[in-house]
């Protein structure tokens, strides 16, 4: 399943988290550090918002890559390969599984998908 991406799709941090609570997912905040990440792909299913900064997503399947600013929503179905390329970026996302059990690398390698 691909990725799906919206651009101007919340104005606020408030009205992210009511939407992820809207969802019934677990919220989770990170500042990710300039850099490319890797074809990888998680476990759980994702919809993070971008709050500040710049990141490109590229969708493996599709080979479309998104530049998502403030005001993005990536919703990432579990066992989507994608990457990312970012100049720093504050997220909050909603995650179907309690951030406090994921492992410290979780981000898989699309070698592992079956």
Known sequence: M????????FTTKEQAIEEIEAANLW??????????????????????????GQINITDVASGISYEC???????????AVHSEQCTGVKIIAGLAVDPSTLEADYNLDPAELN
């Open 27 to 52: 919220t989770f905040e990170a500042e990710l550090e300039p850099g490319e990440v890797a074809p990888h792909w998680h476990n759980f299913y994702a919809q993070t918002y971008i709050l500040e």
């Open 2 to 9: 691909a990725l799906i991406v919206t651009e101007n799709a």
């Open 69 to 79: 600013g403030p005001g993005a929503r990536v919703i990432g179905p579990p066992r």
